[in-house]
Structures are given as structure tokens and as C-alpha cells.
């Protein structure tokens, strides 16, 4: 038996050094929440999900409030999240504003008919599961806003996507969960759906390996299952290896950029990243250490 810990990212990326003291700490502040949550007898899940939700709430990071817009200006909010000791999973993809996305996910994984839900599905789903529907007025940002802008005028990016926001967690007893929340890449195409609603890719979690939440350039996520891939690779070594060898195995296979926070069953953590920052943050009974 080992510590209890949760492990947060704020999204992979190139944060301002100006506001990057700010966006670790909020990283933290959220951390410290799902770990409050596990302390008072929550589930690995319920840790996850809280953590996650504080940074959807955060309108500095891309997950929920201040999420990424499309091409046409709107919100698009993928979400998902999973347990490891009976691989159950709840995702929704393409939502339109709902505060709280991960909710919304961990609705769909509590209901258990289905494993993901997407678009106007999703969101009949969550106002019969007693979400309430919030409006692009409340929730769409001055710094999403200008992020299209920038990108309209090819100053960002296509992909970048910086500031979607993760948990994973581990009770020290052999059970993990992971949970992840973004609005997309900056000036994705209405309908794109990235890694982080889909299981294995954006966000993976087993008893029998461990768990990891994904951030960086959706698409090449996907091609490569980096969540998955990661979490396999803990059958072989330790935390802190299968973490950096996953991302030079996604950089090195499709190119891919972004970052990755895994947890193995014993409560031993990696955290990986080929992009300038990913801000990160480590909550133990013990302390808290983060980083980015
Ligand atoms: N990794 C977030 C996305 O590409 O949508």
C-alpha cells in the first residue's frame, strides 16, 4: 500500500512565462480538490471528476469555461472518463456549452446504456439527466475569442491546443481512474472530435496497468492511442520511464505533439511532455509538487 495521489495537467503547450506562475497553480489548486475528495471517502473516479471540474470552472484553461471555438465561433466540448477496475467509461464529444462537461461524461458512464454520446444526443442526454444548458454567452471567453482571431489570421496554429485539462488518480490500494476535459483544437471544423473523449487515446485507465490523461495535437493522439499506449508500457518498467517513452514513441512515430500524466496502481507517477510547457501538479497526503 502506498500513498493516495492525484496527478493534474493544464493542458501541453506554449503558456506566456508571465502567466505560466498562474496557470500551474491553478493546476494545483485543482489537484488538491480531487485529492480532498479521495480523503473524504470518494472514489478514484469522483477524485478525478472533481479535479477536472475545478479547471473547467478555471476560464484560463481550454476545457469547459474559456474552451477553444471552432471555425464558426462556437463551443464544442469533448469530455471523457474511466475507471480501472471494471473498465467502465463515459464520453461526450462535440457538446454544445453545458458548464460542466466531465458531468456530463460521468452521466453517460453512471446511466452505463452507452459509452459516448455526441452533439445535440449528448446534450438531450444531459437536461434529462437534470443539466441545465448554458449559453455561449456565459461561457465563451475574451481570450477564446481572441485565440480565433489570431488563428483566422494564421497566427496560431491549426492544431494548437493548449490548455485542455486532465486527472488521474490512484488510492494507493490498486485502484485508478482517469479523466479528461477540452474545447478543442483552436479553429477545429464543426464536428471534429479529438483524442479526449475517446477511450484509449485521450484518456485510458486499468487496474491492471494504470491510467493516463492525454493533452497536445488531437489528431495525431488518436492515430497513435497514446493513452492506452502508455499505460501498456507500465506491465514492462516504472512510471517516470513509460512516460517519456511513450512520448518519444508518439513524436517519433506521427509526429506527434503534447503531453501525457500517468499513475500506476501503486500510486508511482510519470509526467511527459515534447512541447514548451505542460503545467502539472502532484497532490499527496504528504504535499503537493507541481511544475510545468
Ligand atoms: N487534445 C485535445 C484535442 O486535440 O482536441
Known amino acids: 500500500m502506498s500513498e493516495p495521489v492525484v496527478v493534474a495537467h493544464g493542458g501541453a503547450g506554449r503558456v506566456a512565462k508571465g502567466r505560466l506562475e ?3 497553480a491553478g493546476v494545483a489548486t485543482a489537484a488538491e480538490a480531487g485529492l480532498a475528495v479521495l480523503m473524504a471517502g470518494g472514489s478514484v473516479l469522483d477524485a478525478a471528476q472533481r479535479t477536472v471540474e475545478v479547471m473547467e470552472a478555471d476560464p484560463l484553461y481550454n476545457a469547459g469555461t474559456g474552451g ?4 464558426a465561433g ?3 466540448l469533448d469530455a471523457s472518463l474511466m475507471e480501472g477496475a471494471g473498465l467502465r467509461a463515459g464520453a461526450i464529444c462535440c457538446l454544445p456549452p453545458f458548464l460542466h462537461p466531465i458531468r456530463v461524461a460521468r452521466g453517460v458512464l453512471d446511466d452505463g446504456r452507452h459509452v459516448m454520446l455526441a452533439a445535440e444526443g449528448a446534450a438531450r442526454f444531459a437536461e434529462a439527466a437534470g443539466f441545465e444548458r448554458s449559453t455561449e454567452a456565459v461561457m465563451v471567453t475574451a481570450s477564446a475569442r481572441e485565440r480565433l482571431e489570431r488563428w483566422r489570421e494564421g497566427r496560431v496554429g ?3 491546443a493548449g490548455g485542455t485539462v486532465g486527472a488521474v488518480v490512484s488510492d494507493g490500494r490498486g485502484h485508478v481512474a482517469a479523466a479528461t476535459s477540452t474545447g478543442g483544437t483552436v479553429g477545429k471544423r464543426v464536428g471534429r472530435v479529438g483524442d479526449t473523449p475517446i477511450v484509449g487515446a485521450g484518456t485510458w485507465a486499468d487496474d491492471r496497468s494504470g491510467a493516463c490523461s492525454c493533452t ?3 489528431e495525431a493522439i488518436l492515430r497513435f492511442a497514446l493513452a492506452r499506449d502508455a499505460c501498456e ?3 514492462q518498467t516504472d512510471a517516470a520511464t513509460c512516460a517519456e517513452e511513450a512520448i518519444a514513441a508518439f513524436g517519433e512515430r506521427v509526429a506527434g505533439e503534447g503531453g501525457l500524466i500517468l499513475v500506476a496502481p501503486d500510486g508511482s507517477v510519470g509526467i511527459a511532455r515534447n512541447t514548451e510547457t505542460m503545467s502539472h501538479a502532484v497532490a499527496r497526503p504528504s504535499g503537493t509538487t507541481s511544475g510545468s
Open 74 to 76: 462556437t463551443l464544442e
Open 158 to 160: 491549426e492544431g494548437w
Open 233 to 235: 508500457r507500465l506491465r
Open 68 to 71: 477553444s471555438l471552432t471555425d
Open 22 to 24: 498562474e496557470h500551474v
Open 216 to 218: 497536445g495535437i488531437g
